[in-house]
């Protein structure tokens, strides 16, 4: 026993796992105590179990098990983790319980598994159940069975599904074992229990024996709906209800829970496997179906039938099956056979279901117009068939079809149309069957009750009567207005007996028990006992002359079944009902009329009514109102009185007061009886004679508004406008058209006929009388406000000057709203019919479309165009298409029957060739536009094959299919797309393009659709797949569609679909489901019908909760779901999509307005300091990871709360990129006004914008960049330095940026960091930096090591952290990196450094590979610069470092770097990062001793000056403001060879000082040869720095700004000329139309560019030659293509445009026609708007230049001549060079070269030059550009570019500078001071002084006003001297350069100076050397 006390020690869960059974059975019971005691069901014990209670089942002893299994029961029952074991512990129950002999075990193990079905995890349960089946155990498969049985009977089918089950049923009834057997027969009883015959399909094939037990036992099932006894955990509610009615008493009350709950049908269908049936087709089906012998036929037919019996058909393609049968039921003569076939299509319909709809609009009209047969077996199989083929689709899609045989000439199609009718009906719903349905299908019917042939008549009353029924009296009453009471009686009676599909639930059906006593007595009443305004009207029954419910008038507009609008309200139609008989009131004779009318006038009255004296008959007028005025309504005799006011004289009455009285009394009488059609007719005409009197017309629109408002206006209006245009009169035509025009206005437009109206205004707008025309137009006007564009289709055709009049009033009304109507309607009770209404109205719009005169095209689609469709050459089938496109086009609109062409066109949606795919779709786009709203019966065979083209790898191919479908679903709604399992099939497909196309496509649709049909829930599967794509972009299209799918499927259905998922990918969806639940939009509301159209005041009413519900919600919808009924009535999410732009709802828009015009950051005092104090406290989570978690996200949200205001902070949080772009606008714009409150959110900012680094989406990022750099920019204007915390927890994350695959965020980052550097040391960015080198990512630590090379460049050796050493051997282990950017990133990086620190980077770096350290020699070798001293900069570094540790953090500060910022940037742009420093003299030494040790070797004079120190040289020099130059290459390199020249010039263009920079460029463009070479890239970036330059406004802020901006504009002048005309052209074409496409480029900015290309087309004439012209016009095009030209007429200016023009215009007179054999580089010129723009022009050109040719010929001739003398120009050449030759006549020399040189251009003038000498050919070069400056410089300078007049002073000096040329003698005497010159000048250009004079020095401003001025003249000649490649003695040079040494000094004035001032000078400056020298001593 010692052993045993061991074990009872033990705690509980380890004696349950103890290797004793006793133990174990003693951990077992106090493991059962123990759960039964614990209370709190998510108690930690719990959990300690979860390992073990899997043992607990699977015991191997049986004692210990039994009480392991109690304990589990326990568990299972208590324990909330208790769900996480279901399927190891259910898979042991199975294989290790049930096998147990004990039954006790198995009933426990059976509990345990209905424990976790009650837990909800009846899935899991199930499969280990199911898989249980699958066992050898005979005695496990029994207890399965027996536990899915007992699971089912408790919980119903609708928690246990049964498909699965009993798609193993059949095998389980061939068992061997008979208990197996007789379980499956219990199960099979216990299923047919809950499903009914539904059961029957699936078990068809079971063994006859077993299937008639079956039957034995299901009849005894008793009858009752099964009930669910047990509930699952989330049922209680229901439980609770259920224990109730068990207490109560049974089934007492059960009925009313009946409902709620009822079981779901399940439909025998869904548990059939699908049948593949097209390949078992016979093989030779296609043949034998078109044979000639009947009985093949019926063969083929035979073997389909069989096949189609099969109860459920897999989806493919039936279309060529379809095709065929449906040919056999149209064309075959043998109606055996159309029956036969006629049954196929009903099996394929009743196999396929919802699968067929695509073919059944082929099919539905061949079997309707075949019901001609006679023959009953025939007849049957077509009913058989078109039910069949009704089930698969919507009537919608087939009413076309049906309505147009219903006027068929045949009775008996006549009559099975109207039943099919009927039969389609009863399965309709109330929602199925929209008055727009009913309006069409009742009128045919109406004709088919009064048709001759009885059956015709009866089959009409059954569909009315079934219509009925479905639809309710209120619905359909409106069209029944003129049906006669036996008729109606007898519809009504038809409506008694109709069974409808869908039981009695149909609102019909319930109104009709209220309803029935009274539809009895008042015929046409609604029978609604609902509505209020009834009961008045029905109270008094029997057919009154009124119905007391309606105060005044006659029936609101309620006169016809087309006059289907009105208030949809039952007062209307309860007023109607009375007032049918009246408004056929027969016409009384004369006698009776006057009988009346003397009953109720005075006899004077009657009398005098034809006195002859008009004071009579106007006192008989004024009795006889008064009268009237008495009179009540029903004793008026209205027609009777009219007919007396007829009377002679009647309407030809002369005096004007009788007359105007009269038509008052009209009106009275309209207005206060029941004033009929008849007695209108008696009067209209009177009135529309009088209504153009200038006296008496308003009292006729009077007495017309009264009679419309009685007798409708829609029959008035057609009344009176036939009677106008009957009549000559032009006065009465127009003021009727005015009186319309105000008349829609007051009552609206419902019912108006509008093709009535049409044809009538079209007469008018042909009228010779403007008035006529006039009012016309005013009338479309008012008629477009109601019909809206549609409107303009009529009159497509009418003349264009009547159009654009039309064009214009309709642009009057755009964006007004139609005016509720005010007559008509508010006599009746408001909005009792509101959704009546609302239909009625939207249909108005749509009416007008369907009233457009359509073309059938169904003849012209050929046989032959099919065939030509579908050839096997590509051309024939281009053809074909293009046949389809004109046929399309000619007829613009065209009826719903197409033939062939939708299968034709179908298959070329996947055609090979691409270019037909596009032209398809674009057929198919002009479809959908010419179809209209009936391109819906095309959706499913048309439409979806264009959502499979979404798929196409292709970019464009998808955009046109994406276009195409938008085309289509803009016709027909999204219902039609979205039922069925077409997209759900399309889904599927796994297709990474058509996912992303199609969720990106629903995300766009859905949230705009207030309901979808259920089979979206298809689509659920497939998303969620989508949601774990292995592509990036599927993946977060299906997150942005995830939230509305949910707002349409609700939460807990997607939650449902998850439980298919794998587990791991279900915690995620459902993770992500929880995200979108947060975002899910409300759906939008229902069409707010205030805004326009017809409305009584009490809509308006409301409407008024909804907008104040909206102000609430508007801003806070994103954040929490409102309650979705809230949500519904007001609609106003703030989600715009929304709203829909219905303008009740501006209201809250406005009021969030208002909340968006506060500050967006709220400053919170101290709050930063208190978020950082928290941060090191570890309060909150440190700003530290790889990938941002969501309790990040969380943190960041929760402290932006207080300083971020709400609405923007929805948008920063928003799950949809779009948002953040908006968030990051108004940021942008907010950023200036509020600098000081983005400084106090800054950290949190930076923190946010982190998280946008980790957005997959582009332009969030680029958008989040540009804020940055924007951002930066302020912070460093106001001198802010980032704190510690906000750069740890930004700037590592920016780094990860710098290794982006695209170029633009590259340098976008880039440029944010040197930015950086402005409020944050550069050392410590360096460590950032440095960290960003161990990237993975090779683009980053190349970039990264880049920009520390930069950092070293700017700022020296005291940058590397934490030491230089460290630094650098770190940098070093890159040059053996394995990519090579990275190596050569690390090379440059530590060149750079060699550069500033000279060979003791070697010792720094260390020891280095041989491989790598070769490397390294070798690249500084060729970097070929000398280390030169430390660079400046790191003096000014110093002083700013220092300040900075100093100082606390935070401190603000202002580095010398003050306005550099901008200088500092363009310098990094130009690649050598310089800045200014005010430290000269340690550079200057460094430099002088690099030049002493060089120089030695070459010359003796040198050491002598050098060996002094200069430093001293300033006392008695003054010193000038210097002016640094990068690093100056030394003299003696720069005369050996030209690239160190090219070098010394680059380095100046680098230079910190604006000035030189800008010079040097200028000397780099001096030098054609040179300028030539710069590409187009390179031309562009050149040119958009220089004009964002002068546009800068900082620019103008530095003290000598103008001076800058006048160089800049000259340099800009000379780049112009001298680039390459090729290249610089493109690039500023390019340029254009990216500052065009720009948002944020300034229109100032496009115009410089423009200007420069106006400069540009001024030089073509020179240039054309040059020029490559194919490429100009390939940009041309390209540029064309950007901006067609409705695009560039949009821009804000014309500049574009006509530059654009007058570039072509120029190029096209150049050229002439030749310019067309140019377009060789553009791909299609035909489709090219470049081509047609070129031909209009060159035709132009032609028509105007016939003398051009001989102007031309001319040329031609001299060119020849110009050959032949060749050798007489060379004489005449060397006559000119002689000239110059000579000292006296050398201008007049080189005015003459010049002249020549201009005049032939190609003349060769090369060998004159050769010979002479290198200075003859400068001075000759430079004479020639001194002549032409001259020339044309001053007057084209200052016209062209815009420079302001001031400019020309300086402009011509300026070049005289460069032209210094002086002959000066050449012997050798004044050798010795030339080099101390030339020394002397090096020396000071290093140490950054002018090389001008001290004494005559000009004053600083002046030496900037010459620009152009290289600063030091010897470079540009040395330059130009270098490019010819000729030298000649050093002597020479020294003297060129001493004499442009000496004219720089002289200033403006000398433009050639005399050999003997050279001279002197050159004494002069011997003297200051001597001064030097001797000071020096």
Known sequence: MGDDSEWMKLPIDQKCEHKLWKARLNGYEEALKLFQKIDDEKSPEWSKYLGLVKKFVTDSNAVAQLKGLEAALAYVENAHVAGKTTGEVASGVVNKVFNQPKARAKELGLDICLMYIEIEKGEAVQEELLKGLDNKNPKIIVACIETLRKALSEFGSKIISLKPIIKVLPKLFESREKAVRDEAKLLAVEIYRWIRDALRPPLQNINSVQLKELEEEWVKVSSAAPKQTRFLRSQQELKAKFEQQQAVGGDADGGGDDEEEAVPQVDAYELLEAVEILSKLPKDFYEKIEAKKWQERKEALEAVELLVKNPKLEAGDYADLVKVLKKVVGKDTNVMLVALAAKCLAGLAAGLRKKFGQYAGHVVPTILEKFKEKKPQVVQALQEAIDAIFLTTTLQNISEDVLAVMDNKNPTIKQQTSLFIARSFRHCTPSTLPKSLLKPFCAALLKHINDSAPEVRDAGFEALGTALKVAGEKAVNPFLADVDKLKLDRIKECAE???????????????????????????????????????????????????????????????????????????????????????????????????????????????????????????????????????????????????????????????????????????????????????????????????????????????????????????????????????????????????????????????????????????????????????????????????????????????????????????????????????????????????????????????????????????????????????????????????????????????????????????????????????????????????????????????????????????????????????????????????????????????????????????????????????????????????????????????????????????????????????????????????????????????????????????????????????????????????????????????????????????????????????????????????????????????????????????????????????????????????????????????????????????????????????????????????????????????????????????????????????????????????????????????????????????????????????????????????????????????????????????????????????????????????????????????????????????????????????????????????????????????????????????????????????????????????????????????????????????????????????????????????????????????????????????????????TLMLDSRVEDLEEGEQVIRSVNLLVVKVLEKSDQTNILSALLVLLQDSLLATASSPKFSELVMKCLWRMVRLLPETINSINLDRILLDIHIFMKVFPKEKLKQCKSEFPIRTLKTLLHTLCKLKGPKILDHLTMIDNKNESELEAHLCRVMKHTMDQSGSKADKDTEKGASRIEEKASKAKVNDILAEIFKKIGSKENTKEGLAELYEYKKKYSDADIEPFLKNSSQFFQSYVERGLRLIETEREGKGRIAASTGISPQMEGTCVPASTHTVSSSIGNTNGEEVGPSVYLERLKILRQRCGLDNAKQEDRPPLTSLLSKPAVPTVASSTDMLHSKLSQLRESREQYQHLDLDSNQTHSSGIGTTLASPSSAAANIDDLKKRLERIKSSRK
């Open 497 to 1587: 007996k109709v069974e409808l599909v869908y039981g009695k639930k149909t609102g019909g059906a319930a109104e009709k028990k209220e309803g029935k006593p009274i539809t009895g007595k008042t015929p046409a009443l609604s029978g609604t006992g609902g509505d209020k305004e009834t009961k008045d009207a029905a109270s008094k029954p029997g057919p009154l002359k009124k119905a007391p419910a309606v105060k005044s008038g006659g029936p609101p507009k309620k006169g016809k079944p087309a006059a289907a609008a009105g208030m949809g309200g039952a007062g209307a139609k309860g007023k109607k009902g009375p007032e049918t008989k009246e408004i056929f009131e027969s016409e009384l004779s004369i006698e009776v009329c006057e009988e009346k009318a003397a009953a109720v006038l005075p006899a004077s009255c009657i009398q005098q009514l034809d006195s002859g004296n008009w004071k009579e008959r106007l006192a008989c007028m004024e009795e006889f109102q008064k009268a009237v005025e008495l009179m009540e309504r029903n004793e008026m005799p209205c027609q009777a009185l009219v007919r007396m006011l007829a009377k002679k004289p009647g309407w030809k009455e002369t005096n004007f007061q009788v007359m105007q009285m009269k038509l008052h009394i009209v009106a009275l009488i309209a207005q206060k009886g029941n004033f009929s059609k008849t007695s209108a007719q008696v009067v209209l005409d009177g009135l529309v004679d009088k209504v153009g009197d200038v006296k008496c017309g308003s009292n006729a629109k009077e007495a017309m508004t009264a009679i419309a408002e009685a007798c409708q206006l829609p029959w008035t209006a057609e009344q009176v406008v036939a009677m106008a245009f009957s009549q000559k009169n032009p006065k009465n035509q127009s003021e009727t058209l005015n009186w319309l025009s105000n008349a829609i206005k007051e009552f609206g437009f419902s019912g108006l006929n509008v093709k009535a109206f049409i044809s009538n205004v079209k007469t008018a707008l042909a009228a010779t009388n403007p008035a006529v025309r006039t009012s016309a137009i005013t009338l479309l006007g008012v008629m477009y406000l109601y019909v809206g564009p549609p409107l303009r289709m009529f009159f497509e055709d009418e003349k264009p000057a009547l159009l654009s009049q039309i064009d214009a009033e309709f642009e009057k009304m755009q964006g007004q709203t139609a005016p509720a109507p005010t007559r008509g309607i508010s006599r009746h009770s408001g909005g009792g019919g509101d959704d009546g209404e609302e239909e009625e109205q939207e249909d108005v719009g749509n009416d007008v479309v369907d009233l457009l005169p359509r073309t059938d095209i169904g003849d012209k689609i050929t046989a032959e165009l099919v065939s030509k469709i579908g050839d096997k050459n590509w051309k024939i089938r281009k053809e074909g298409l293009d046949e389809v496109t004109s046929i399309i086009n000619d007829a613009k609109f065209i009826q719903p029957n197409i033939g062939e062409l939708p299968a034709a066109l179908k298959s070329r949606l996947n055609d090979s060739n691409k270019i037909l795919v596009q032209q398809t779709l674009s057929i198919l786009q002009q479809l959908a536009t010419a179809m209209g709203p009936n391109i819906k019966q095309h959706v499913k065979n048309l439409g979806i094959p264009v959502i499979t083209v979404l798929g196409d790898s292709k970019n464009n191919v998808r955009a046109a299919a994406l276009a195409t479908v938008n085309a289509w679903a803009e016709q027909t709604g999204m219902k039609e797309w979205l039922e069925g399992e077409d997209l759900s099939e399309e889904l599927k497909k796994e297709n990474p393009f058509l996912r992303q196309e199609l969720l990106g496509w629903l995300a766009e649709k859905l949230p705009t659709l207030r309901s979808v049909p259920s089979d979206l829930l298809l689509c659920v599967p497939h998303l969620y797949s989508c949601l774990e794509d292995r592509n990036g972009d599927v993946r977060k299209k299906a997150q942005d569609a995830l939230p509305f799918f949910m707002m349409h499927l609700g939460f807990e259905k997607m939650a449902k679909a998850t439980g298919k998922l794998k587990p791991t990918s279900k915690d995620q969806v459902l993770a992500m489901l929880e995200k979108a639940k947060a975002n899910m939009p409300a759906k939008p509301a229902p069409p707010a019908k205030a805004s326009s159209r017809v409305v009584g005041g009490a809509a308006l009413a409301k409407f008024q909760p909804a907008s104040a519900l909206a102000e609430d919600l508007g801003s806070n919808t994103m954040e929490s779901k409102p309650d979705p009924k809230k949500a519904k009535a007001g609609g106003a999410s703030s989600k715009a999509k929304g709203v829909q732009g219905k303008k009740v709802l501006s209201k809250p828009n406005l009021k969030e307005d208002d909340d968006k015009s506060g500050p967006i950051f709220i400053i919170v005092p101290n709050g930063k300091e208190q978020r950082m104090k928290d941060e090191k406290g570890l309060k909150v989570l440190k700003w530290n990871f790889t990938t941002p978690r969501d309790e990040y996200i969380e943190q960041l949200k929760t402290q932006m709360s207080s300083c971020v205001a709400k609405w923007l902070q929805d948008e920063m949080f928003h799950a949809d990129f779009q948002h953040h772009n908006k968030a990051l606008a108004v940021m942008i714009e907010h950023l200036e006004s509020e600098k000081d409150g983005v400084i106090s959110c800054l950290d949190l900012i930076l923190k946010w914008l982190t998280l946008r680094f980790f957005d997959t989406n582009t332009s969030v990022l680029m958008k989040a960049l540009e804020y940055l750099k924007l951002l930066f920019n302020l912070l460093s204007q106001e001198e802010y330095h980032l704190t510690e915390n906000e750069a740890s927890s930004f700037i590592p994350y920016l780094i990860l940026k710098v290794g982006e695959p695209k170029d633009v965020i590259r340098k976008d980052v880039r440029a944010i960091l040197n930015r950086m550097c402005l409020i944050y040391p550069a050392s410590k960015m360096f460590t950032f930096i440095m960290e960003g080198t161990k990237s993975k990512n090779s683009k980053q630590r190349a970039e990264c090591l880049e920009e520390l090379g930069c950092l070293v460049e700017s700022y020296g050796m005291n940058v590397c952290q934490p030491t230089p050493g460290k630094a650098l051997k770190e940098m070093a282990t890159h040059i053996g990196d394995r990519d090579n950017t990275v190596r050569n990133a690390a090379l440059n990086t530590i060149v750079t450094v060699y550069n500033v620190h000279g060979d003791q980077v070697f010792k720094l770096i260390g020891n280095l590979s041989e491989k790598d350290m070769s490397m390294l020699e070798e690249r500084i070798k060729r970097s070929a610069k000398r280390p030169s001293a430390a660079p400046v900069r790191q003096a000014e570094e110093k002083p700013q470092r220092t300040q900075n540790i100093s100082a606390n953090a935070s401190m603000l500060r202002k580095g010398p770097a003050e306005d550099m910022s901008s200088k500092l940037n363009q310098n990094r742009n130009m690649g050598s990062h310089s800045e200014t420093t005010h430290t000269v003299p340690r550079e200057f030494q460094l430099d002088l001793d690099e030049i002493e040790n060089d120089n030695g070797t070459v010359r003796c004079e040198m050491p002598a000056l050098v060996q002094h120190k200069l430093d001293d040289i300033f006392e008695p020099v003054l010193i000038p403001e210097p002016k640094i130059r990068a690093v100056s290459p030394h003299f003696d390199d720069m005369h050996s060879n030209t690239a160190s020249t090219i070098n010394f010039v680059i380095s100046q263009v680098a230079s910190g000082d604006i000035n030189t920079s800008i010079q040097a460029l200028a000397q780099l463009f001096q030098i054609e040869s040179l300028a030539r070479e710069a590409s187009t890239g390179v031309l562009k970036d050149l040119m958009h720095g220089l004009i």
